[in-house]
């Protein structure tokens, strides 16, 4: 798969950032911080007053980006150096003020009033709410005036961080072996898989009586964990007879991070025969809250390319 790096193309006066959104699954993976008082979802340090203050990050340096243009694939990235540059022309543009919602709403009353770069991971101060990020990072604090976004995305888990547009120009790197792509499979496919997590579920008791130790792993994306961090927190506010306790708790192992099992990664793929139900409203019916739990679509795709390369391995 291709692999091209983002360039800032000095002729064109409109290359670079000309807008923040704020979105559910950021491209880059990584969740902001909601800066308020109590009861905001994703509160990872103590804040005295409801400042209503989403402080993430707006881009991550050298880090793959997955795209589908017209069905072809690539991954993007942008280096230290565009990343700074990027930064620097949004605010002498005085693009401070554009932001959408999911790229596709534009919104008024939200304002990026700060911005700087990761200098050091350790010392920044991004490292006291929580957010584990790369030097060369570009973070932003922007604030929320509107109080539709507020109340009804941010307070309610429906946003989780931050996502550019813009303009950029491109260069081929290299052509790299990546898959972390919407997977569609047939019936066939789908009952492969089952038959497959059955199978683990055997390997997995076989090596427990043997004493045998097997290999784990917690390198699901983000998106995973939060979606099955909005079924749980769901399930906690509003109650839900939905589910087995199987799912819960493989719901709770992908919010806290845990390292996953083969034969639990293979039980995960196999849960694709249920992406028909993915856009059931919580309040309608198990479907969609299940598919969250057991991490949505980046979940079960993430476990179906993970086996594969567990194969090749």
């Not at 989403?54 to 589908?68: E, F, T, V, W």
């Not at 999911?102 to 709410?129: C, N, P, R």
């Not at 906690?236 to 007879?241: C, L």
């Not at 969250?292 to 795709?301: H, I, P, R």
Request: charged residues 30%; glycine residues 6%.
């Amino acid at each position: 798969m291709k692999l091209f790096e983002m360039l800032i193309d000095d002729e064109n006066l409109f290359s670079g950032v000309n807008a923040v959104s704020i979105v559910e699954n950021p491209a880059i993976q990584s969740d902001f911080v909601a800066l308020a008082e109590n009861e905001t979802p994703i509160q990872l340090a103590e804040v005295s007053k409801d400042k209503r203050i989403l402080m993430g990050a707006a881009l991550i340096p050298d880090k793959p980006i997955y795209r589908n243009m017209d069905g072809e694939e690539f991954y993007i990235y942008f280096s230290k150096d565009t990343v700074r540059q990027a930064a620097e022309l949004f605010f002498k543009r005085s693009n401070h003020q554009n932001a959408t919602l999911e790229h596709s709403q534009a919104l008024s009353g939200m304002t990026v009033f700060e911005s700087w770069i990761i200098e050091d991971s350790q010392l920044d101060k991004s490292k006291k709410y929580g957010l584990e990020l790369p030097e060369g990072t570009w973070m932003v604090s922007m604030k929320v005036d509107d109080e539709d976004i507020w109340n009804n995305y941010v307070k309610n888990n429906k946003v989780f961080g931050f996502s550019i547009e813009g303009q950029f120009a491109n260069k081929l790197v290299k052509d790299v072996e990546m898959s972390n792509q919407e997977i569609e499979l047939s019936d066939n496919e789908i009952k492969e898989l089952e038959d497959r997590a059955q199978f683990e579920v055997l390997l997995e008791a076989l090596a427990s009586a043997t004493d045998v130790e097997l290999e784990t792993y917690n390198d699901y994306p983000q998106a995973a964990k939060n979606n099955a961090k909005r079924a749980i927190e769901y399930k906690k506010k509003n109650g839900s007879s939905c589910g087995t306790s199987v799912g819960w708790t493989r719901a709770g192992q992908l919010a806290r991070g845990e390292k996953l099992s083969r034969s639990t990664i293979a039980r995960m793929a196999s849960f694709k025969r249920h992406q028909k139900n993915k856009d059931v409203p919580y309040s309608e019916g198990c479907g969609g809250i299940m598919w969250d739990a057991w991490g949505g679509s980046a979940g079960v795709n993430w476990a179906i390319s993970k086996l594969k390369k567990i194969d090749k391995k």
